[in-house]
C-alpha cells in the first residue's frame, strides 16, 4: 500500500473523528470503514486484529450511547414526548440553519417544552442542562471510542 493510500485512509479517519462531533455526520462509521479500507487492502493478521478489534468496541459503544443518554433522561423527569419533538426540531434545524441548527433546535425546544410544562425558568433550565449532559455524555463516550480505534490503526500502521 503506497503513502498516498495511507494519507487518505487517514483523512477518512480524521473525517470520522471530526463527524462524530457534527451532528448527522457518521462519524463512527467512517472511522470504522477506514479501518476496513486498510484491512483490505493490506491482508495480513495485524491489520484483521485491528479490524476485529474496532468492529467490536464500535459496536459495543453504539448500544452504549443508545441508552446512556434515554437512562439519565428519563431519570431527570423529561417525558418522552419532548425528547421526540426536540428531535424533530434538531433535525428540521440542521437543515434550516447547517450543523448549528440541530442543536439550537433540540436545546430550545427541549428549553421551552420544560418551561411551559414545568412553569419556571429555573427548573426549565436545569432540565435543559440534564438533557444537555446526557447527550454529551453519550458523544464523548463515542469519541473515546473513535480515538481509540484511530490510535490502534495509527500504532499498526507505524508497527508495519
Do not use: K
Not at 35 to 52: C, R
Amino acid at each position: 500500500m503506497g503513502t498516498a493510500q495511507v494519507c487518505l485512509i487517514g483523512a477518512v479517519m480524521l473525517l470520522g473523528l471530526v463527524g462524530v462531533l457534527a451532528p448527522g455526520v457518521p462519524g463512527t462509521l467512517l472511522c470504522w470503514a477506514a479501518v476496513m479500507w486498510w484491512a483490505t487492502q493490506e491482508h495480513t493478521s495485524l491489520t484483521w486484529g485491528v479490524l476485529a478489534g474496532a468492529t467490536g468496541l464500535l459496536a459495543v459503544v453504539q448500544v452504549v450511547v443508545w441508552l446512556l443518554p434515554a437512562r439519565r433522561i428519563r431519570d431527570s423527569g423529561i417525558t418522552w414526548h419532548t425528547v421526540l419533538v426536540a428531535g424533530s426540531f434538531a433535525i428540521a434545524g440542521f437543515f434550516l440553519i447547517p450543523v448549528l441548527g440541530a442543536v439550537l433546535g433540540f436545546v430550545g425546544t427541549i428549553y421551552a417544552t420544560e418551561r411551559v410544562r414545568l412553569g419556571g425558568h429555573r427548573a426549565a433550565w436545569t432540565a435543559t442542562r440534564t438533557a444537555m449532559r446526557a447527550v454529551g455524555g453519550s458523544v464523548l463516550v463515542e469519541l473515546l471510542a473513535c480515538l481509540v480505534v484511530a490510535g490502534a490503526w495509527l500504532g499498526a500502521v507505524i508497527a508495519g
